[in-house]
């Protein structure tokens, strides 16, 4: 597999061979919906708490007679048909959400995201990344030069000055690449990879 390997004005300057397992994959719908799933699934906390009928602070009184009053039957004001009371099914604040996915199954699927955004042209590697000093205007300039917005830059070293000169920025995220997630490599419209971050995810997902 060849990636577009750019400059800082974002011309094509050469092709970087990489690895077809990393970056060579057919594209597997299921398995990245799957992933994208657990993903969002793990990141949820669990702490919501609802009250169920037995929890709610109402009288047990029964509200009217049952019979003869041209009502409907009534036990308990906490009952889950009226307003205020309790839960049918009420959530915990142990609740589990997570979502288990298999090593090989995350390591499939990101190299097929991987390749999926080789293929459409998205993904692009730059020899390296770096800034002078923390600014945004100085990241905003290099990611106009190079042509790209709504950018997620992956290096292997994550460099202070990198980080925050793209904290301001709305539509750009800087990972370590031990650190990308399938979530956010979908959301980006670009992905913008340093030449050491490319043989760091040929390691992992190799």
Do not use: C
């Not at 799933?37 to 009928?53: C, I, M, V």
């Not at 800087?174 to 399938?182: F, H, K, Q, S, T």
């Not at 956010?184 to 419209?189: S, V, Y």
């Amino acid at each position: 597999m060849e990636l577009k390997l750019i400059n800082e004005q974002g011309e094509a300057a050469a092709t970087l061979p990489a690895s077809d397992a990393a970056f060579g994959r057919d594209y597997n719908e299921a398995l990245i919906h799957q992933l994208v799933t657990a993903y969002a699934a793990n990141a949820r906390s669990g702490d919501r708490a609802q009250k169920g009928r037995s929890e709610i602070a109402k009288s047990t009184r029964k509200p009217w007679r049952q019979k003869g009053t041209g009502r409907a039957r009534a036990g308990r004001a906490s009952s889950p048909l009226w307003r205020g009371g309790g839960k049918v099914f009420p959530s915990s604040p142990d609740e589990n959400f997570s979502q288990k996915v298999n090593r090989k199954m995350y390591r499939a699927g990101m190299a097929s995201i991987f390749s999926q955004l080789a293929r459409e042209g998205r993904l692009s590697v730059i020899e390296q990344l770096a800034l002078d000093a923390p600014k945004t205007r100085l990241l905003a300039q290099k990611l106009k030069a190079m042509g790209l917005d709504n950018v997620l830059v992956v290096t292997d070293n994550l460099d202070d000055n990198l980080y925050l000169s793209s904290r301001n920025l709305p539509r750009v995220l800087v990972l370590e690449a031990r650190e990308v997630d399938p979530a956010n490599l979908i959301r980006f419209r670009n992905v913008l990879l340093t030449r050491a971050a490319v043989a760091q995810i040929e390691e992992m997902l190799g």
